[in-house]
C-alpha cells in the first residue's frame, strides 16, 4: 500500500512570496489533515477535511493561509503571503474517517522563509 | 487552557534497560490517547492507541499505561535497543469530544550501545 505523498520535500522562499504544497493521502482514505510542526515541537493541527468538507480549521491563520481538497482526494496547502514564522515542517496525514482511527503521515515539507 | 506535558528533556538509557516516558494532560477528557515515533526528518508513526476506560495496553516491547485520575499516560519500551532512538509523541483527541487530535511536543529517546 502506498503512503501519503507530499511536494516538495524542501521549500526556500523570501517573506511575502506565495508557496503551495501539495498532498496525496492514502487511496480510500477520507479523512485528511495538515499540521504544522515547528521546530521542537509537536505537530499543530491547521485543518481537517472529512471527504472535500472542512471539520475543523480553526487554527488555521485564515488571512494568509488556504487548504482545498477538491473531489475528495488530492489537497492543496497554500500561504499567502508567507512570513518569518511560517518556516516549519508542514505535514500531512490521512485516516480512514472514523473515531479513534490511526493517522498515517507523509514525510512533510520542510518550508524555509528568508 | 488545554494543556499537554511531555518532558522537553531528552531521556538517555542503556541498551537492554526499559525506557518509560511521560505524558501528562489538564483541563482535557480524552476518550482516548494514542502514541508516535518520529524519526528526524520523517512524519510521525502511529504505535499505540488506548481508550480511557482501558487501564493498559501492550504491543510486543511496547506497554502504554492511561490513568484518568492522574491525567497520565506512561509509554515504556522494554530491553530498549539503539534503533528505538527517536522522538515519541502523545496525542489526545480534543475536549468535547470531536476527535481533533492535539499533540504534545514529544520526548527524545536515546538509547546506548
Known amino acids: 500500500e502506498a503512503g501519503v505523498a507530499q511536494s516538495p520535500r524542501y521549500k526556500i522562499i523570501e517573506k511575502r512570496q506565495s508557496v503551495a504544497f501539495w498532498c496525496n493521502p492514502i487511496?480510500?482514505?477520507?479523512?485528511l489533515y495538515w499540521y504544522q510542526q515547528i521546530l521542537g515541537q509537536g505537530p499543530k493541527l491547521l485543518i481537517q477535511?472529512?471527504?472535500?468538507?472542512?471539520?475543523?480549521d480553526s487554527q488555521l491563520p485564515k488571512d494568509r493561509f488556504s487548504a482545498e481538497r477538491l473531489k475528495g482526494v488530492d489537497s492543496t496547502l497554500k500561504i499567502q503571503p508567507a512570513k518569518l514564522e511560517d518556516s516549519a515542517v508542514y505535514l500531512c496525514?490521512?485516516?480512514?474517517?472514523?473515531?479513534?482511527?490511526?493517522?498515517?503521515f507523509g514525510p512533510g515539507t520542510r518550508l524555509l522563509v528568508l | 487552557s488545554q494543556k499537554i506535558e511531555q518532558n522537553s528533556e531528552a531521556l538517555n538509557i542503556q541498551e537492554g534497560k526499559t525506557a518509560t516516558l511521560t505524558c501528562n494532560y489538564t483541563?482535557?477528557?480524552?476518550?482516548?490517547l494514542q502514541w508516535y515515533r518520529q524519526d528526524p526528518g520523517r512524519g510521525p508513526v502511529f504505535l499505540l492507541l488506548?481508550?480511557?476506560?482501558?487501564k493498559e495496553k501492550r504491543k510486543e516491547r511496547l506497554k502504554v499505561t492511561f490513568d484518568t485520575t492522574l491525567k497520565q499516560s506512561l509509554f515504556h519500551i522494554t530491553a530498549s535497543q539503539p534503533a528505538d532512538s527517536a522522538t515519541y509523541l502523545c496525542?489526545?483527541?480534543?475536549?468535547?469530544?470531536?476527535?481533533?487530535?492535539?499533540f504534545g511536543r514529544g520526548t527524545s529517546l536515546i538509547v546506548h550501545p
Open positions: 496525514a490521512s485516516s480512514l474517517g472514523g473515531v479513534e482511527e490511526t493517522q498515517y
Open positions: 487511496s480510500g482514505h477520507a479523512t
Open positions: 477535511f472529512q471527504n472535500n468538507g472542512v471539520v475543523d
Open positions: 483541563n482535557y477528557s480524552p476518550a482516548y
Open positions: 488506548i481508550r480511557e476506560n482501558e
Open positions: 496525542a489526545l483527541d480534543a475536549a468535547g469530544g470531536s476527535y481533533i487530535p492535539t
